[in-house]
C-alpha cells in the first residue's frame, strides 16, 4: 500500500503520532519526558504552531497541532530528530527510536478539534484506568482543565472558547465534556482515506488532493496573489477593529498570506490572527 499524500495548508489543524520503533518505550522516566516537552517547546517556538493538546505515553504520543506555516513535516523531523539525538545520547544506544514516518490525520477544526483533543487526553485512561487521565501529569488535560498553570506551548484560547467565554466556566465545562468521553469510541475511527476527518464538504474539497491535484479551496487561494500588505492594510489605523478583521481574513483566505506574515505587519501576535480569522 503506497503512502497517503500529506496535505499541507497555512491553517491546517492535525491529529500526529508517532509510536516507538518495534513497540519499545520512548519515554523511559519523567527526565525523558520532560526533555521531550523542552522540544517541543522549541519547535512550537521556531515554527509557530499552535497546540491544542497532548499526551505522552510509555511508547507513543499523540499532538493536535495547528499550523499557520504549513510546515507540519518540517517541524516534525525536528521534533523527532532532535529527542531521538536526546534519548540515544543519555541511554547510550543508536539508531532510530520512533517507527518510520510519523502519521497525521488532517482535521476538520470546528467540527472535530474538540472530539479528537479529548480523545488524546483520555489516552491514559484506556491505557491504565478510568480515572487515571484526571490526575495523570503528562498530557494537556490538567491546564485546560484549570488544575494546573500549563506550558508556555500550550495553545488553550480555542479549545476554551468552545464552552464560553469565562475562563473558570469553560473549564468546568471543559472537564465535564471530556469525561462524558471516557470509554467512548474514537473519533479517528470515521476517518477517510486514512487521513481525512472531516464533513462531507471538507472531505469533498480534499479528496482531489489526494489524487494529485493542487489545492485550489481549501485554505488560502494562492491564485490570487499577490496583492501587497502594505496595500491591503493602507490607513489601517484609521479603521475600526471590525474592518481590520475583515482585512485579515481577506489576506489569509484570498490572497494567501499566512497569519505570521500578516502578525509581523500588524504588529500582532500570529494567535491573535488566528483567533480573527477563526471567529
Not at 21 to 28: A, D, E, L, N, Y
Not at 213 to 224: H, M, V, Y
Not at 228 to 257: C, Q
Request: glycine share 8%.
Amino acid at each position: 500500500m503506497s503512502r497517503p499524500v500529506r496535505i499541507e495548508f497555512p491553517g491546517a489543524v492535525y491529529h500526529v503520532t508517532s509510536k516507538g520503533r518495534g513497540g519499545q518505550v520512548v519515554f523511559k522516566d519523567q527526565d525523558d519526558r520532560g526533555v521531550f516537552l523542552n522540544v517541543i517547546e522549541n519547535v512550537v517556538d521556531r515554527f509557530g504552531w499552535l497546540m491544542h493538546s497532548y499526551v505522552l505515553m510509555n511508547d507513543h504520543y499523540h499532538l493536535v497541532v495547528e499550523v499557520p506555516g504549513a510546515n507540519l513535516s518540517k517541524g516534525m523531523r525536528q521534533l523527532n530528530g532532535v529527542y531521538t539525538q536526546h534519548v540515544n545520547r543519555r541511554h547510550r544506544q543508536e539508531g532510530p527510536i520512533f517507527q518510520g514516518r510519523f502519521k497525521s490525520v488532517l482535521i476538520e477544526k470546528k467540527s472535530y478539534l474538540l472530539p479528537v483533543c479529548r480523545h488524546v487526553v483520555t489516552n491514559p485512561s484506556r491505557k491504565l484506568d478510568q480515572q487515571h487521565f484526571a490526575s495523570y501529569k503528562w498530557s494537556s488535560y490538567r491546564a485546560l482543565a484549570g488544575q494546573v498553570k500549563g506550558p508556555t506551548f500550550l495553545h488553550q484560547d480555542d479549545v476554551l472558547r468552545f464552552f464560553g467565554k469565562q475562563e473558570k466556566d469553560a473549564q468546568r465545562k471543559y472537564r465535564e465534556y471530556i469525561k462524558q468521553g471516557i470509554g467512548g469510541d474514537s473519533p479517528l475511527d470515521q476517518r477517510t482515506s486514512q487521513v481525512l476527518l472531516g464533513s462531507t464538504r471538507f472531505l469533498n474539497e480534499m479528496q482531489p488532493i489526494l489524487q494529485g491535484e493542487r489545492l485550489s479551496k481549501r485554505g488560502p487561494k494562492a491564485a490570487r496573489r499577490r496583492r501587497s500588505l502594505p496595500v491591503l492594510f493602507k490607513k489601517v489605523d484609521a479603521k475600526t477593529r471590525l474592518e481590520r478583521n475583515e482585512l485579515i481574513k481577506k489576506a489569509h483566505l484570498d490572497f494567501g498570506y499566512t497569519l505570521m506574515e500578516i502578525g509581523n505587519h500588524l504588529g500582532l501576535h500570529y494567535t491573535t490572527v488566528s483567533k480573527v480569522i477563526n471567529a
